[in-house]
C-alpha cells in the first residue's frame, strides 16, 4: 500500500524474535535481581508452587510478584494485538484504541461516580470503567457512521470525544483534588496485585475476543492493497472495520478497566515490530503481542527498582511511555511514509461557495458582542449584573489584560493550527503535536518543583526554556528528512507522549503542589499581566500579517511534495519557515496561560465546515473564531461558577468539541 509506513530495506537481517529475546533477557535479569532482595534462591521454588504459609516472603512471591507477571503478559499481549489490528484496518500507524476514546470515557466514568454517585463503585470499579469506554466508544461510532467508518472519521470523532472527556475530568479533578488524587495515579497504570482474581478474570475476557479477532485475518490482509482493492476483493470495508474495531477497543477496555492506561503499547509494539522485520499481517498478528508484553515487563521492572529507591509510587504506564518515547524516535529514521489521513469520498463533498465578506463581518461582529459582554456582564453577592461605564473603566486594570490574553491566544493557537494543517495535509495536525506545549508544561513543572517560591517571571523563564528546548530537539530530529511531515507529527507525538509521562508521574507524587501544577496546565488567563497580554498581542498581530506572504506555500503544500517541487516550491525552506512560525506562536501563548492547544485543533476544523478551503481566507476566519472561543471561554469560566474559576482551556475544550459533535451528527 503506497500510503501506508513501510520500512527501508537493510543488509542486516532483523528478527523479531531476537528483538523479543533481548527485551525479555534484560527483564528477567531484574526479575531475579528483585527476587533476590525478597528472599533466598533456595526458596523461589517453593514460593512459586506451594509457598510456606508461615514464610511472608513466600506468599508476597505466590500472591503478588507471580499474578502481576501474568497480568502485565495478559495486558501488554492484549494491548500489542488491540494496536496492529486497529491500524491494519484504519491504515494508519498512528492509530491505537486509545485514541479512540476508551481510556477517556472510563476515567470520566470513574470521576464522576468517585464525586457525585459513590454508590456505582458498588457494583466494582472495572463495571464503571468498562460502561464509560463503552459508551464513549458508542459515540465515536455514532460520529463516524455517517462518514462509513472511514478512517478519517474514526480518529477524527475519537479525538473530539477524548477532547471532552479530559476537559470534564479535568475540571472535576480542580474543583474536587481531595477526592480524585488517587484515581489520578491509578490512570497511570497500577499493576499492583493482592492475590490471581485480576489475572483469571482478563483471561476469561481477553480470550474470547482473541480467537474472535483472528477469525478476521484474512479479511483484515486485504486492507494491506486499499481500500478500493479490499472492495473488488469482495471485502466488506464497513463491516470489517466496524467489527475489528469493536473487538479491539473491548479488548482495551478489559485491560484499562482492571489495571488503569498502559500508554504507548499499542502504538510502539506494532512499530517495533514491523521494523524488526514482521512485513505481513500474520507476523505482525504474532510478534505485537509479544512484544507488547515484553516491554510492558521491563517497564514494570524498571518501575519498581525506581519505587524501592525513591519511596514514591511510579506508574508503571508513565514508565512504560518513557521507556518507548525515546525508542520511538531512534527507530523512527528508518521509516518512511505518512499516515493514511486523507479523507475518503464519503467526506469529500465540495461545501457550497463561501460568501467571505458577509462571513466575516458576520464574525467580527459577534466577536465585539463577546467583548462587550466579557466587560460589561458579571456576577457578585447580588447575582448578574451589567457593570455601568464607570465600573468598566475603573476595573479596565484587571479585565482588559484578561480580554486581551484571551483575543491574542486564540488567534495565536488558531494560526499555529492551521499553517500545522495545511504544512502537513494532515487535518489532525494541532500545536501539541510538535510537543512545545508539553515542553512548557516541563517548563513549569521544573520551576515549580525546583524553586522554593516561583513567582511568574521564574514560572515565564522556566516555560521558556521548556518551549525552546523541545523545538530545537525536534529541528534536530527532522533536519535529515528536510523537515518531512511525517517526521515532524511523529517526532512530536513521541516528545508529547515522554513529556506527559513526566506529568504523571508528579501527579502520582501526591504533592500537595500538584494541585497549583493543574491550574496552571489548564489555560486560565487569571494571572496574566498587563505585560504579557501586550507581549502576546504583538505576537498576534505579526501572525495575522505574515498570514498573506505564506500563502501560496500554504495553497501548495497540501498537494503533496511532488506537486511542491513541479512549481517551484523549496519544501525545506517552506517547511522549516512555517514550523518556527507555529512554534514560535505556540510558545508564546504558552507562556502567557499554559500549554492551552485545543484551539489550534479545532478553529480551523471550524472554519472548513464554514466552506473555507483556500489557505488564507480559512486562516483569517480561523483566527477570528479562536478568538472568539477564547474570550467566551474565559468569561464562562470567570463566572459560571463564581465565586470559583474554571480554567479558560477547559471551557474552550467543553465548548469546541461539543460543537463539533453536533456538527458531525447532522451532517452526511
Known sequence: ????????????HRSPALTASVIVLIAILLTIARLEERLPASLWWHAVIAPSPTDLRQLLVHFSDMPRIGVIWLCGAALGLAGVSTQQVLRNPLAEPMTLGVFSGAYLALSVATVYAPVWLAFGRDAV????????????????????????????????????????????????????????????????????????????RLAPCTAILILFLRPMAAFDAGDAVASSLGVSLRTTRGAVL????????????????LGFIGLGAPMLARLSGARRLRDRMLWSPVLGASLLWLADQMTQHVSSFTGVLVPAGAVMTLLGAPMLLILMKRLRGRPDLSPSPIQSSTPKRARLVPMFIVMMLVLALAIAGSLTLGRGLDGWHAARPSEIVALMFLRGPHVVAAISTGIVLALAGGLLQRMTGNPMASPDLLGITSGGAVGLIGALFLNAHPGLP??????????????????????????????????????SAAFQAISTIVVASDDPRVIV????????????????????????LAALALV??????????????????????????????????????????????????FVGLM??????????????SMLFMSAGIGALL????????????FPQEMPAGVVATVLGGSYLILVMLKRN
Open 458 to 495: 521564574v514560572l515565564l523563564l522556566w516555560c521558556a526554556a521548556g518551549s525552546v528546548a523541545t523545538l530545537a530537539a525536534l529541528l534536530l530530529f527532522a533536519r535529515k528528512s528536510d523537515y518531512a511531515p511525517d517526521t515532524l507529527v511523529l517526532g512530536g507525538i513521541a516528545i
Open 1 to 12: 500500500m503506497s500510503e501506508a509506513m513501510t520500512v527501508r530495506s537493510h543488509s542486516v
Open 548 to 597: 498573506p506572504f505564506a500563502r501560496r506555500w500554504l495553497d501548495i503544500l497540501p498537494l503533496g511534495a511532488v506537486t511542491s517541487r513541479s512549481l517551484g516550491v523549496d519544501l525545506s525552506v517552506a517547511r522549516l519557515s512555517l514550523l518556527v512560525a507555529s512554534a514560535v506562536m505556540t510558545a508564546a501563548a504558552t507562556l502567557v496561560i499554559g500549554p492551552l492547544s
Open 603 to 616: 478553529a480551523p476544523h471550524m472554519a472548513r465546515m464554514l466552506g473555507l478551503q483556500r489557505a488564507q
Open 246 to 261: 469493536a473487538l479491539t477497543l473491548l479488548i482495551t477496555a478489559f485491560v484499562v478497566s482492571a489495571v488503569g492506561v
Open 129 to 204: 470503567a468498562l460502561g464509560g469506554a463503552a459508551l464513549a466508544l458508542s459515540f465515536v461510532f455514532a460520529l463516524a457512521a455517517r462518514r462509513g467508518l472511514s478512517p478519517f472519521a474514526l480518529i477524527l470523532a475519537g479525538m473530539i470525544v477524548n477532547l471532552c472527556c479530559s476537559a470534564f475530568s479535568f475540571a472535576l479533578a480542580i474543583a474536587h483534588f481531595d477526592l480524585l488524587s488517587g484515581l489520578m495515579i491509578w490512570g497511570g497504570g497500577v499493576l499492583t496485585q493482592h492475590d490471581w482474581h485480576v489475572a483469571q478474570a482478563l483471561l476469561l
Open 630 to 641: 477564547m474570550v467566551a471561554s474565559d468569561w464562562i469560566g470567570r463566572w459560571i461558577l
Open 517 to 540: 501544577l493543574y491550574n496552571l496546565l489548564a489555560g486560565s488567563t487569571y494571572n496574566v499581566s498587563a505585560t504579557a497580554a501586550g507581549m502576546v498581542a504583538v505576537v498576534a
